[in-house]
Every structure is written in C-alpha cells, then in structure tokens.
C-alpha cells in the first residue's frame, strides 16, 4: 500500500517561498505520477504539478508555470514542490498524490489512486 506524508507548509507572506515535501513508502514500481493538487475553502480541488516518476517529464497548471517547481529524489521516495513568488491565491490545502501509470503522457488527466492527509499553505497580502 503506498503511503504519502506532506509537510512543509506554513504561512508566508505574497512575494514569498514555501517548499513542500512528500515522503512516500510502499512503492512497487519506478511507473508512477505524481501529482500536487490543492484545494482552496469553497473551490474545486485542482492539479498544480505532476512528474512521471521514470524519466522525470513534468507538467503544470498554468497559474502557477514560472513559480513553481516539482521534483523528485527517487533514492529517498521523496516528491517536493518549490513554490516562489506566492500570490494570495495560493493559499490553499495542499495535498501529494500517486497513481501508477505506465506512462507519463498525461500524468496531469485522469484519477490519482493515493493521496497524502494535506499541508496547508496561507498567503499573506
């Protein structure tokens, strides 16, 4: 069963950074999307990020392109997202997810099998 465990959020003022972590067990394959969703009080949850564990290819929403930054330790399971230059409109729970694939075409479609518990993450005006 794979397991994911976020942390790194906080409260940040707008201009500023936040980078979170997802460490994940339980892994049986090196064919995996990841994916950041977040979901802001009285919003759809929506994809920010997404990587294609075996290759590295990346994919992101565009509000966020140019800010933020998803990457991948494959020796350490660990799953993280740089968030720079943070807007008010961020502000948001901010949740890892997982689902194998066997390939990463369109890690940013479709539906995420695990998901983490959230960190949340406030931007400040």
């Known amino acids: 069963q794979v397991q994911l465990v976020e942390s790194g959020g906080g409260s940040v003022q707008a201009g500023g950074s936040l980078r979170l972590s997802c460490a994940a067990s339980?892994?049986?394959?090196?064919?995996?999307?990841f994916g950041w969703f977040r979901q802001a009080p009285g919003k759809e949850r929506e994809g920010v990020a997404f990587?294609?564990?075996?290759?590295?290819?990346?994919a992101y929403t565009d509000s966020v392109k140019g800010r933020f930054t998803i990457s991948q330790d494959n020796a350490k399971n660990m799953l993280y997202l740089q968030m720079n230059s943070l807007k008010p409109e961020d502000t948001a729970m901010y949740y890892c997810?997982?689902?194998?694939?066997?390939?990463?075409?369109?890690?940013?479609?479709?539906?995420?099998?695990?998901w983490g518990q959230g960190t949340q993450v406030t931007v400040s005006s």
């Open positions: 997810a997982a689902d194998w694939r066997s390939s990463g075409a369109y890690c940013d479609t479709g539906e995420y099998t695990y």
């Open positions: 339980g892994l049986t394959s090196s064919r995996y999307c």
């Open positions: 990587i294609y564990t075996r290759g590295g290819t990346t």
